[in-house]
């Protein structure tokens, strides 16, 4: 199935809407929220419904939407600069113990900030 979940799991419960978050889509694989402590204005994360803590983790058919969405909220935050960010495991700065691709603007001057 494309929804796993882990009880304990931080982000299963955003998707679960068992802690709030701020939604901005939301596929039958795949959710997309801003993120709680944003580098610039519009820093988002995609994640899958599946729980894996690592991509490689991850069946395919829970990856399928991920850089499509992160695609489609690059172009609503308007930004032609940004980064996709996807880290894993602690070495390698994962905080959070659920697959996510950040997409974080880059912008020009520091109003982006905050
Ligand atoms: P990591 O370092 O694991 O790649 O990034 C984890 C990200 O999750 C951080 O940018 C952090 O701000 C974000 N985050 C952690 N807890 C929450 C939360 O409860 N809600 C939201 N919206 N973002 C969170
Ligand atoms: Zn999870």
């Known amino acids: 199935?494309?929804?796993?979940?882990?009880?304990?799991?931080?982000?299963?419960?955003?998707?679960?809407?068992?802690?709030?978050?701020?939604?901005?889509?939301?596929?039958?694989?795949?959710?997309?929220?801003?993120?709680?402590?944003?580098?610039a204005k519009g820093h988002a994360l995609v994640i899958p419904k599946y729980h894996a803590e690592k991509l490689h983790?991850?069946?395919?058919?829970?990856?399928?939407?991920?850089?499509?969405?992160?695609?489609?909220?690059?172009?609503a935050v308007g930004s032609e600069n940004y980064n996709i960010l996807q880290n894993n495991g602690k070495l390698a700065h994962q905080e959070v113990g659920h697959v996510h691709v950040h997409v974080i603007p880059k912008p020009s001057n520091e109003e982006g900030l905050g």
């Open 1 to 39: 199935g494309v929804a796993k979940t882990l009880a304990s799991c931080i982000f299963c419960k955003i998707i679960k809407g068992e802690i709030p978050s701020f939604k901005l889509l939301e596929t039958e694989t795949t959710f997309a929220f801003l993120d709680i402590g944003p580098l």
């Open 57 to 75: 983790e991850l069946p395919d058919e829970s990856l399928v939407d991920l850089l499509p969405i992160a695609k489609k909220i690059a172009i």
